[in-house]
């Protein structure tokens, strides 16, 4: 039986907000035309922040304006980090929103310039003034912190508390400098999974460290079938300039795809969007694939005594 | 407690044997002492082949010689791909050999030029004639063959059963191109542990599909302790130009530390080497900690509740 995973793919927000020069509002477009028409469903498309923090996200409005009139099959995300954002994604026909607090206050306080209270403030009022919008909790920092290392999971926990309480069913946990380990991985998941045992929680990894994809084969172990990666790699954190970025949604979809998994989106497709950033956006894209033989003409588990899919007792996936 | 492992370093070998232009014998000299002033007591430092294949192991003799003078302290091995090798090897007062045998019969005749049936021959003659070498045997192809693909586990299994009948209890898994997955690694890893439950089992992956750590740390969940990597990623195989090599060993280094095990590597000390290597023979090294800020400052895993190397129930290691 294949099992189903679902891919988000972030590249158009995570991954063009860290790309310095100006990207043409026409070349996203196109970028995101040729995700969807990969099979991609979930699409964080752009933030609704200050143009003058995040200039490259000035052209928010136009974006979604054209995947909502172009891609009404799909579900776009929209990451807000307070109330005028989130009134922002609602006022332009936005249905799900990606609200992120960092986990760390002192990144909290650099990312979004609040405090804890500050961001559950706005939270709370986001949940009583737009009820009818789709929430998704993004915790940034949950690995490990650029200023302060280690986190307090606590913190972590006290903050998943409230968004639960709050009617809030979904959280991403985001390493966001990418650090984490398939070890820790499966440790915090543990902690998070036994507090709150009905809260559907995603993993957005960071390749710094090269060990997106093992954090992420971590999460599989532990039930975890939500993923947020960015074609080609894009992405990273400007405390590591020429470091990987996001994990790679190729390398994402491969490692699903050659597990048994099933993510409904096409390795090639996605494979010629990063070939297009490569073209117009980045030459040096980091992603495995994008650099890779695919290989795709074999199958490398049909091995004799390896039967196809047969995981047997070695659990993956839910 | 603190669960060893051990690293071979391999770019020595691997590594250097992929880069198209000839590396002067005192700067392979120089690299090898650095990774040994960095804590690396397992190298694999020349291989014995025919200089036409491969010149760039011309300076095989002058190579061992300097290891077996300057560093007695340490393991130095040999790769070796036939009788002829093995017998230089043991000429060149070499104790250690790994042996290396393609389970894909086409690999094993387009990489050492021969049946398995000669593959076979010469490691008994070896075994017969050089009773005191120690001999690795090092599968290639294992994972995938760029071939033929799936290569045929009853074939992997009937070598390593040759090998363990003519006493040799070590082999290493080879993922010749890069494209194991960590559930493809531990169904493989239980096949061979069921059938011959006393070998030695070691890993040598490769990151072309960027799967390399998670396949190694899925090897930690199935007891694996010993794996080869190299410094900087060098490595990779001509199938792939432009792809990453090897298993990095900084990036392996600083993921054993961090999962709570102890490689007795400095990683400031190989992450030197990765920038000499970067300088005088790679500027474009794919791996990632020698791309990034390695936060070594910190301790990820200090946070509260979340106690230093407490695994728990979750299994790593032997």
């Known amino acids: ?84 954002g989130a009134q922002l994604a609602a006022d332009n026909h ?30 709370y009022s986001i949940r009583q003034n737009l009820p009818e919008l789709d929430i998704t909790l993004s915790l940034a920092t949950v690995f490990g912190c650029p200023f302060i290392g280690a986190t307090d999971v606590n913190v972590m926990l006290d903050i998943i508390k409230f968004a639960d309480e709050h009617g809030i069913g979904k959280i991403t946990l985001c390493d966001t400098i990418g650090v984490a380990t398939p070890l820790q991985t499966l ?73 048994g998994f099933d993510s409904a989106i096409s390795l090639e497709g996605v494979l010629r969007v990063s070939a297009l950033i490569k073209e117009t956006i980045d030459p040096n894209l980091l992603s495995s694939l994008s650099r890779a033989r695919t290989y795709s003409e074999f199958n490398f588990d049909s091995a004799h005594a390896m039967p196809d899919n047969d995981h047997g007792s070695i659990k993956y996936g839910k």
């Open 94 to 123: 936005i249905t799900h929103v990606n609200y992120v607090i960092s986990v760390s206050p002192l990144h909290n306080q650099a990312n979004i310039n609040r405090t804890h209270q500050q961001s559950l403030d706005d939270l």
């Open 187 to 259: 440790r915090i998941l543990r902690v998070i999974q036994q507090a709150f045992p009905s809260i559907d929680v995603g993993l957005h990894m960071h390749n710094t460290h090269g060990m997106a994809l093992a954090s992420m084969a971590a999460g599989l172990q532990s039930g975890i079938t939500r993923f947020e990666t960015a074609v080609g790699g894009l992405g990273g954190c400007p405390f590591a300039p020429g470091a990987a970025g996001n994990a790679a949604t190729e390398d994402a979809v491969n490692m699903f795809n050659r597990m």
């Open 1 to 84: 039986m294949t099992k189903l995973i679902q891919i988000t793919e972030v590249g158009p927000r995570d991954g063009f907000q860290n790309i310095q020069d100006p990207i043409p509002t026409t070349l996203k477009m196109n970028i995101i035309d040729n995700l969807v028409a990969a099979g991609i469903k979930h699409l964080e498309i752009t933030s609704m922040v200050s143009p003058k923090a995040i200039p490259q996200m000035a052209d928010a409005r136009e974006v979604i304006k054209h995947v909502l009139h172009t891609h009404p099959q799909i579900t776009p995300y929209v990451l807000v980090p307070n109330v005028k």
